[in-house]
């Protein structure tokens, strides 16, 4: 089977291929927010405003450790001018459009306006132990993936930093006002375990801000750039946001490096460039096949780099950072889920070295009026066990969401109402 669309037309390019877009449109600039300057421009920012420089960390309190933008609760700020400051500092970014919950509360998908009438969307999802966000980097998305609902409607504009920290702060404040459930343990189709691994596996470790205003169970403790958007075609602005994600508070959210995911469809440059940043942020490669014929038509940007050179920087990535790479694979039936193909990946894995990425096969969640449909359980079984058998960690992921269209692939954010 080939891939191919049904219910709506892939844009194509001049020459008949999945047209790619880096370039967005010219829009009005978002307004510039306090999360879009460094601790030193904030200082300058407030000096330039004649305020003294501690008001620098009175404001960056608020936003980042309480997450509060309303000048009401800023007692601590002078009473006059107070509105006009902090509208004119921490000018609103995202306005709420709708918030969907699953019936047993743990997961929210929010829908965001921004200034421009744009949407995106996050979806915040809680485990024990840990609570996941999902984020946009893009309004929509270039990379054109025919199977992926957001890649559909082609790339609307790049958010900025302050954008993209904006949907932490907000899933923070959700949290922090007690409006998400605790998570209820599902069950879920994983060979040889009854209970699933959860949706974005990270390495258990302590939280370094454990000890400020708001503990880290009440807040965001792993981000994943899954969302709408490639991260790396934003790449300044969402680096950027992570490191206002990094900066210890009140600076930033301080949050740590290995539990923020970013995830490419694998432009293979931007990966090495990730790397070299020195950060142990946590990479995932979106695969999803492992040989050339049936990616370049899953994934068009493979049409420039190859599978070869994907995973040749994915493995730079380990080299360079020593963190464990994740491998993405929506599992389509009949499409990329042959055994043959989990044979091909295992060795195009081991010739690279042992251990170093962990696959990460996920049902595919079908988009609106899809023809593909997910692997059925024996394929998928069948699957994992070859990677296993060869020696190549592999989980297979929770889908969470799917009933509020917040799953993997799902987030389209093209309707408001
Ligand atoms: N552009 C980035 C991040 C956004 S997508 C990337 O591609 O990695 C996040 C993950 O969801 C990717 O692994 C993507 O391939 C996967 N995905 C997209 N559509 C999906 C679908 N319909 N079902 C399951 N996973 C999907």
Redesign the pocket.
């Known amino acids: 089977m080939r891939p191919a669309t049904e219910g709506w037309t892939q844009a194509r390019d001049t020459g008949g291929r999945p047209l790619l877009q880096f370039d967005a449109p010219k829009r009005g600039k978002p307004p510039v927010h306090w999360a879009d300057l460094t601790p030193e421009e904030r200082v300058a920012k407030a000096e330039s405003l004649g305020l003294p420089r501690f008001r620098a960390k009175q404001l960056s309190a608020h936003y980042f450790g309480h997450y509060a933008d309303d000048p009401a609760l800023m007692t601590d700020l002078p009473r006059a001018g107070r509105e006009e400051l902090v509208a004119a500092l921490l000018p609103p970014l995202l306005t709420p459009v709708r918030q969907l919950r699953t019936d047993d509360g743990a997961t929210i998908k929010f829908l965001w306006r921004l200034h421009d009438g744009a949407l995106i969307e996050s979806v915040l999802m809680r485990y024990p132990g840990r609570i996941t966000l999902c984020i946009s980097s893009q309004a929509g998305?270039g990379?054109n993936?025919p199977?992926?609902?957001?890649g559909q409607a082609g790339l609307t504009r790049n958010l900025s930093a302050a954008e993209i920290v904006a949907q932490v702060v907000a899933a923070n404040a959700v949290i922090r006002a007690g409006g998400i459930a605790p998570a209820a343990v599902s069950t879920a189709l994983v060979p040889g375990s009854s209970l699933p691994p959860s949706a974005f596996d990270v390495e258990p470790e302590s939280d370094p801000a454990e000890d400020d205003a708001v503990p880290a169970h009440h807040r965001v403790n792993n981000i994943v750039?899954?969302?709408m958007?490639?991260?790396l075609a934003n790449y300044g602005r969402v680096m950027q946001a992570i490191r206002v994600m990094l900066a210890p508070q009140p600076d930033g959210l301080g949050m740590s490096a290995r539990g923020i995911t970013v995830?490419?469809?694998g432009l293979a440059p931007a990966i090495r460039r990730l790397a070299d940043e020195g950060l142990p942020l946590t990479f995932?490669l979106?695969l999803?096949a492992p040989d050339d014929e049936l990616r370049d038509d899953l994934i068009p940007i493979n049409d420039r780099w190859k599978v070869d050179e994907a995973l040749d920087a994915a493995r730079h990535y380990f080299e360079t950072t020593g963190r464990r790479v994740s491998i993405?694979y929506?599992l389509i039936k009949d499409m990329n889920d042959h055994a043959w193909r989990a044979d091909l990946l295992a060795e195009k894995l081991n010739a690279r070295g042992r251990g170093w990425a962990h696959v990460n096969p996920?049902p595919?969640?079908?988009?609106p009026g899809s023809i593909w449909t997910a692997s059925d359980r024996e394929h998928t079984r069948e699957f994992l066990r070859r990677l296993i058998a060869a020696g190549v960690p592999a989980t297979l992921r929770d889908t969470r969401g799917k009933e509020i269209d917040g799953?993997?692939?799902?987030l389209a954010a093209a309707t408001a109402d």
């Open positions: 998305c990379m993936c199977f992926c609902a957001t750039f899954m969302g958007g490639e991260p995830s490419s469809v995932a979106s999803h993405e929506a996920i595919l969640n079908p988009t799953a993997c692939g799902q």
